[in-house]
């Protein structure tokens, strides 16, 4: 799935939410909600009442994405989807077309998370559809903390819900089946082809910096290489872009500098490099686009992961040791809590990155990605390879998130040489 992110200010989202009757208030500072396709005006109707008359307990894949959205954008949570057949009462868990995803009312944290994703499901969209999202869906009704709102029943905003589960320690969603099974237009109507574009900054071997712009859908270089008059002073070893006017660089002597770009429209312009922080050993650096950044460093291949809060950091907090083992050749970030690297032997691996120690492990190739001395990703599943004689490749992956490589593909070259630099990283989050 292709999606473009709608970029809402706080106050547009709770007005909406509003609008669309929601209840909820957030305690404290929610994630940013869940990245959305690009729609047309046309829209599904509300699901109509279609409670559990079968009983066929597996996963529906409408259902399965979007716990794979959830957890995307708020962070791994528990999602049950089944039930067994004898237990008691009619459930649509029974079809596999309902979803419990475990967040707590009592807890801060679970509640501002449920309060975003509640809010984007039935706040207004830009053509004026009311409860967009959870139409888009196919959500037939949504139980959380005592109320319950139904598509059914939308004009009623949220009820008062009396059932026996209070639902104060999950959100409960229950879907239609064209819902669960893909068919609805959140499935159906988003672009085939990424959108946006991939922000390269790089390093020459004389300190040179330079700036190249690649259109995500096609793979056409859009801009640039431009390359700065100006040099860094010394070698730069590992680099990571923060955003399209901040670059970390380090150096031999492990100093991390930041690097603020003042245009990159007809000339690279940027001012002098301002030292941030020392024993930075990492060889590889990599920023998420959200909180993180990550670096590896030492023969035992170190994860360490810092906070990066602000936009122009003065200094790095929050070093966080991972897990050791991480003998990656190449790194890149592709989405938030979510790392990808190649390894000298060729295996293509993504981590999610849960925290200390937790670090799921996903193999998407055994073999041949050790052509690559740098990967990128943009972000929405774009991934660009690098080779040492110059050339850049463009790959896609459908579901950068499933842990698998069967909708991942090679689309050809961005160009046969002239990528000479010899530090490579691209801004993440501008494409989706």
């Given at each position: 799935m292709r999606i473009v992110a709608l970029r809402r200010t706080l106050g547009a989202v709770l007005g909406a939410a509003v609008a669309a009757g929601t209840l909820f208030v957030a305690p404290s500072a929610a994630s940013a909600a869940p990245e959305t396709p690009s729609f047309p005006s046309s829209i599904d109707g509300y699901a109509p009442t279609d409670s559990q008359d079968t009983c066929s307990p597996t996963q529906?894949?409408?259902?399965?994405?979007?716990?794979?959205?959830?957890?995307r954008t708020y962070g791994s949570h528990t999602g049950y989807i089944t039930r067994a057949c004898d237990s008691g009462g009619t459930s649509e868990h029974k079809e596999g077309r309902a979803l419990d995803y475990m967040l707590n009312y009592n807890n801060a944290n679970d509640r501002a998370d449920a309060t975003d994703v509640l809010n984007w499901l039935l706040a207004t969209d830009s053509h004026g559809n009311k409860h967009?999202?959870?139409?888009?869906?196919?959500?037939?009704?949504?139980?959380?903390?005592?109320?319950?709102?139904?598509?059914a029943r939308h004009d009623e905003g949220w009820r008062s819900y009396s059932g026996d589960n209070p639902h104060t320690d999950h959100i409960h969603f229950s879907f239609s089946w064209a819902g669960a099974r893909r068919q609805t237009s959140w499935w159906t109507q988003a672009g085939a082809n990424p959108d946006g574009q991939a922000n390269i900054y790089g390093f020459l071997e004389d300190g040179r910096m330079t700036y190249t712009a690649v259109d995500a859908a096609t793979g056409d270089r859009t801009h640039g290489a431009i390359v700065s008059s100006r040099t860094l002073g010394f070698k730069p070893v590992a680099m990571a872009t923060l955003n399209f006017n901040t670059v970390l660089v380090t150096n031999e002597a492990g100093h991390l500098f930041r690097v603020d770009v003042i245009t990159n429209r007809n000339n690279l312009i940027y001012d002098p490099p301002v030292k941030i922080g020392e024993g930075w050993t990492h060889r590889l650096l990599a920023f998420d686009g959200y909180n993180h950044l990550f670096g590896i460093a030492g023969d035992d291949g170190q994860l360490r992961r810092y906070d990066i809060t602000t936009a122009k950091p003065s200094s790095i907090g929050g070093n966080t040791f991972i897990k050791a083992g991480f003998t990656l050749k190449t790194l890149t970030a592709t989405g938030k809590e979510w790392i990808m690297g190649t390894t000298s032997g060729g295996a293509l691996i993504s981590y999610r990155i849960n925290g200390p120690g937790d670090t799921p492990r996903f193999e998407l190739r055994s073999s041949t990605w050790q052509v690559f001395d740098t990967l990128m990703s943009p972000g929405g599943g774009v991934y660009f390879g690098h080779k040492p004689d110059g050339s850049m490749y463009r790959y896609i992956d459908d579901e950068p998130y499933d842990g698998k490589s069967d909708d991942l593909t090679g689309e050809g070259t961005v160009d046969e040489g002239g990528w000479t630099q010899v530090l490579l990283s691209a801004q993440p989050r501008t494409v989706s």
């Open positions: 529906k894949p409408g259902v399965v994405d979007f716990r794979s959205l959830l957890n967009a999202m959870a139409r888009r869906l196919g959500i037939m009704y949504i139980i959380w903390n005592h109320r319950i709102w139904s598509a």
